[in-house]
């Protein structure tokens, strides 16, 4: 089995919201990731975390904000959104994060009003 | 630092006919090469992965590409396309030692009856 689950599929929040997404493997995967992608455009790596520690951070702006309770799931807080931060947010997982295959689920589409 | 080319933004191809779609990098090691394919609306899907080994590596869906080091390419081929595979498809290049996947820009498939 090489699912991904996010939830929720879509999302629309103000600009003064707080909200999270959230990812969930049970392949025993020890990397995680999150993409985003804006339409039309490829997806861009925002965070990874290998063994539940943060290793890659692509120079997020603070208002996302990453958590990985445990090797099985990993969240993104959202606060203070803008609108162009409207886009599709993607997670994948990988056995350990080196240089393994990236298995993704079918993210979540937000929009920020 | 590792990029990925796939020039061509959209193809046509009619139902049953042959596919070729179109990948370079540029990375100065040994790569490790995807093709991703996205439905609308939907999270990627593995195609295929060339790490090493046999140039030609066969995936789903009856998909195939060949890595060829001296052209820098790694083009995916279908030989009889069917409705079903119109899409958007992404070739990605990941780095030695890093967890990085980097992404082409895509190439929107759209097949005619």
């Known amino acids: 089995d090489t699912e991904v689950t996010q939830t929720p599929k879509h999302l629309v929040m103000g600009m003064t919201n707080k909200k999270s997404l959230k990812c969930e493997q049970h392949m025993g995967h020890r990397a995680m990731y999150w993409y985003k992608q804006k339409a039309k455009k490829p997806p861009e790596l925002m965070f990874v975390y290998s063994y539940e520690k943060l290793s890659i951070n692509e120079s997020v702006p603070s208002r996302f904000s990453p958590e990985c309770p445990n090797s099985s799931l990993l969240n993104l807080h959202l606060h203070a959104l803008q609108p162009e931060d409207s886009a599709l947010y993607l997670c994948?997982?990988?056995?350990?994060?080196?240089?393994?295959?990236?298995?993704f689920g079918p993210g979540t589409r937000l929009l920020v009003l | 630092a590792q990029s990925v080319t796939q020039p061509d933004i959209h193809i046509t191809v009619s139902e049953g006919a042959s596919l070729e779609l179109r990948c370079n990098y540029s990375?100065?090691?040994?790569?490790?090469l995807f093709w991703y394919v996205q439905s609308p609306g939907q999270g990627l899907q593995l195609l295929l992965k060339?790490?090493?080994?046999?140039?030609l590596v066969q995936g789903i869906k009856g998909f195939e590409a060949e890595f060829k080091r001296s052209q820098s390419s790694f083009n995916l081929r279908k030989p009889s396309v069917h409705w079903s595979d119109a899409a958007e498809y992404f070739c990605a290049v990941a780095s030695v030692g890093f967890q990085k996947l980097v992404f082409g820009t895509g190439t929107r498939l759209l097949v005619s009856p």
């Open positions: 990375y100065g090691a040994t790569p490790y």
């Open positions: 994948a997982s990988s056995q350990s994060g080196q240089q393994e295959t990236q298995y």
């Open positions: 060339y790490f090493s080994g046999d140039t």
